[in-house]
T-cell receptor, first 118, second 114 residues
Framework: GAVVSQHPSRVICKSGTSVKIECRSLDFQATTMFWYRQFPKQSLMLMATSNEGSKATYEQGVEKDKFLINHASLTLSTLTVTSAHPEDSSFYIC??????????????FGPGTRLTVT | KNQVEQSPQSLIILEGKNCTLQCNYTVSPFSNLRWYKQDTGRGPVSLTIMTFSENTKSNGRYTATLDADTKQSSLHITASQLSDSASYICVVSQFTSGTYKYIFGTGTRLKVLA
């Protein structure tokens, strides 16, 4: 159980276009989902926290108008990178918190999406 | 400042050998500590989780220890296999303002050679 999927796994887009990444919790409901960005040889950096039905909370330095997050249901959150530029190329990972379980409200991570902006 | 530091940054060992990865943290208030394995191009997968009162936790060939007094943790890998080649991330969970927040370490990149 506790599987999180992401789609697509890889995407290449041209500079100036927008890209949408989906994150789904497959076998549990997630009131809270997290979006991370990871650059090569670095650890995960939290971009934003999204709660179902409300606006996302962005970390300092993350542009909310550039990284649009929608968490419309208990099993789906989307991250849209608007007007993407080469510096947005990165590995984007989502995680979902299963609030129904005990032990610190475990986060389950998706497999990640590799975004390359040319 | 809440920080999680890991050492070494990278490590190369021969297949079959053991190794130990270190994690020091200054996170407060502390909730629990997790070790994750992240294969290249994949998301992190949980190996162990320990609360304040736990000193050791095993998961197959992986054994994690926690010293809450010195705020140190280690992950010991026994009889390494080629498939153990990955990044290992120490994550400390902090409960603050009514929510849990993950503080990530920078990871240790392990390479196991045949």
């Amino acid at each position: 159980g506790a599987v999180v999927s992401q789609h697509p796994s890889r995407v290449i887009c041209k500079s100036g276009t927008s890209v949408k990444i989906e994150c789904r919790s497959l076998d549990f409901q997630a009131t809270t989902m997290f979006w991370y960005r990871q650059f090569p040889k670095q650890s995960l950096m939290l971009m934003a926290t999204s709660n179902e039905g409300s606006k996302a909370t962005y970390e300092q330095g993350v542009e909310k108008d550039k990284f649009l997050i929608n968490h419309a249901s208990l099993t789906l959150s989307t991250l849209t990178v608007t007007s993407a530029h080469p510096e947005d190329s990165s590995f984007y990972i989502c995680s979902a918190r299963d609030t129904g379980r005990t032990l610190g409200h475990e986060q389950y991570f998706g497999p990640g999406t590799r975004l390359t902006v040319t | 400042k809440n920080q999680v530091e890991q050492s070494p940054q990278s490590l190369i060992i021969l297949e079959g050998k053991n190794c130990t990865l270190q994690c020091n943290y200054t996170v407060s208030p502390f909730s629990n500590l997790r070790w994750y394995k992240q294969d290249t191009g994949r998301g992190p997968v949980s190996l162990t989780i320990m609360t304040f009162s736990e000193n050791t936790k095993s998961n197959g060939r992986y054994t994690a220890t926690l010293d809450a007094d010195t705020k140190q943790s280690s992950l010991h890998i026994t009889a390494s296999q080629l498939s153990d080649s990955a990044s290992y991330i120490c994550v400390v969970s902090q409960f603050t303002s009514g929510t849990y927040k993950y503080i990530f370490g920078t990871g240790t990149r392990l390479k196991v050679l045949a």
